[in-house]
């Protein structure tokens, strides 16, 4: 199949990101994607973990290209992407883990607030939810290279922009989920990790 959409920076990333997935999912079962972008981490993490079911999502232009991926890797454990903006309806199942690479900052703040707000009634009571990308801490970049990228992102967009640790994990400890690991990862970004609290 040659008409797949590709992303350099998720071929970058995967190995890195994978390698700390392997740790925290290995008890996961059930994994929902937000905003998987080509498919290319769906396919990778689905081979690499194939305890999983993975299930990507992303808005409606972006599926075509995910079915792509999905199609020529033709695994097990990936269904069919999910139509899903996080402003719409959510899907009715129940995940024990959430993932979402480099979304954060493309979504304006309001529907990161949604993103946040949803997920007690999408995920269960053990779930955990992993997210990577670039973030601010006290409200400064950590590298001279995510304040040129912020200031890109604001030129595509003045809704976008690299988001502050302390604010994001209010939204999670809102949604009930705390967060049990930071990560530093290469080219500066971070995977966080949080997991929901016990009612
Ligand atoms: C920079 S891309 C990252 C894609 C992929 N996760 C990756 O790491 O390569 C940002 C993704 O967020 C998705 N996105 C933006 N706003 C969204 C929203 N409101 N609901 C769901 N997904 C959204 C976009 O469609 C896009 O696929």
Not at 22 to 39: H, Y
């Amino acid at each position: 199949m040659t008409d797949k959409p590709y992303s350099p920076a998720s071929e970058r990333n995967r190995e890195p990101i994978l390698a700390v997935l392997r740790r925290w999912f290995t008890d996961r079962q059930r994994v929902l994607e937000i905003g998987s972008g080509t498919g290319q981490h769906a396919v990778h993490f689905a081979t690499a973990m194939p305890h999983l079911v993975w299930q990507s999502s992303d808005r409606a232009e972006n599926l075509p290209g995910i079915r792509n991926w999905l199609d020529e890797a033709a695994l097990p454990n990936t269904p069919s992407p999910l139509e899903f903006d996080v402003t719409g309806d959510w899907p009715s199942d129940r995940y024990d883990a959430i993932f979402s690479a480099n979304t954060l900052h493309i979504m304006s703040w309001p529907e990161v607030e949604q993103l946040f707000a949803k997920l007690p009634a999408v995920t269960t009571a053990d779930a955990c939810l992993a997210i990577y990308g670039p973030f601010n801490i006290e409200g400064q970049f950590t590298s001279d290279s995510n304040a040129s990228f912020d200031r890109d992102l604001k030129m595509r967009g003045v809704h976008m922009g690299i988001r502050d640790v302390a604010a994001v994990d209010a939204l999670a400890a809102a949604a009930g989920f705390n967060l049990v690991e930071d990560i530093a990862m290469p080219a500066n970004n971070r995977l966080r990790y949080w997991k929901r609290r016990r009612a």
